[in-house]
């Protein structure tokens, strides 16, 4: 496999055989159709039932599956494509890698949302329907967008900026550091990461613990969400490996190199396809009201209602 980066080409001599190529991309497709089937049921049914559009807790909740379904997509697209083309050109491969890491970045920051829409409804339910309406719901979900798009766009603007026009006409193998090489980006990069994880554990670990203290009065729906927010941080932890995966990736390569493929696959599902199945668990399993509807949809469901007719009398 060629890997072409800015101006150098690096022979990449680690090669599946051709039966084991097929069976992990076989493996990658099957998970992958089988979460966003899961998460096209939950989008389904929130769009059919009012119930749920006028919810903010769901609409966030809708909001994390659309954005874990389009990453998935992309990522076990590229999975593919570093099978069959093997290198795309830049302007094609950049496209979809921006969109990859709006999405990637969109998760914990939604994640830390819908923590503190928890944290409301349980320690403040008085005020629980004045703060969290419809409208500043979509607001909220298009900050996060923006949000992640500030972190992301610079990187894109600063190569246009530096990098030849003939770049942009090559190919490379799809990765963000052959897209973006400049090593200040990568700098910038960690720094992002870094504050993007260090205020969303803390809004998970305040949100938690406030609600951890009134779940003492031993109210249902309060220990549910210190649940619910603990499963939040479960997903956080497996979102933090995609920021600490690259540093493994050397130790990987120098441990046992004739497992190095191999060991590369693993990471891909624990690191990308493992967080995105998480989200439906937590609400599509575990949230009654959702579980009800979302079954009938599962099952091929199909009510059936037989109105009484009206009998009329002859008259004699």
């Not at 550091?177 to 200040?184: A, D, G, I």
């Not at 399993?285 to 009938?296: F, H, I, N, Q």
Request: with cysteine.
């Amino acid at each position: 496999m060629n890997v072409s980066s800015t101006n150098v080409t690096v022979v990449v001599n680690y090669r599946d055989s051709y039966t084991k190529a097929v069976t992990k991309n076989v493996i990658v497709v099957a998970i992958g159709i089988s979460i966003n089937f899961i998460n096209a049921s939950l989008i389904h049914t929130f769009r059919k039932h009012q119930v749920f559009n006028m919810n903010p807790r769901y609409i966030l909740f809708i909001h994390l599956v659309v954005n874990d379904m389009i990453q998935l997509m992309l990522t076990v697209f590229l999975f593919i494509l570093s099978y069959t083309m093997y290198t795309l050109h830049v302007s094609l491969c950049c496209t979809i890698v921006l969109i990859t890491l709006f999405t990637t970045e969109n998760t914990p920051l939604n994640l830390a949302c819908m923590a503190v829409e928890c944290y409301i409804a349980i320690c403040l339910p008085l005020h629980c329907t004045q703060i969290c309406t419809v409208k500043r719901t979509y607001l909220l979900i298009v900050l996060i967008w923006v949000t992640s798009m500030t972190s992301v766009l610079p990187d894109l603007f600063i190569t246009l900026a530096i990098e030849p026009q003939e770049f942009f006409h090559s190919k490379v193998f799809c990765l963000r550091h052959n897209v973006f090489p400049s090593p200040h980006l990568t700098k910038k990069k960690n720094a992002c990461y870094v504050v993007f994880l260090v205020i969303v554990w803390f809004i998970l670990f305040y949100t938690y613990f406030r609600i951890l203290f009134t779940a003492k009065a031993a109210k249902k729906d309060a220990k549910k969400a210190r649940n619910t927010i603990l499963l939040h941080g479960f997903q956080m932890l497996l979102c933090m490996t995609i920021y600490v995966g690259p540093m493994f990736t050397p130790v990987l390569k120098k441990w046992s190199p004739e497992n190095y493929v191999d060991s590369l696959f693993a990471c891909y599902i624990i690191i990308q396809i493992l967080p995105r199945s998480i989200s439906p668990i937590i609400y599509g399993l575990r949230d009654k009201k959702l579980r009800s509807y979302l079954r009938r949809y599962l099952t091929c469901k199909v009510t059936i209602t037989i109105h009484p007719q009206t009998i009329f009398k002859r008259p004699l």
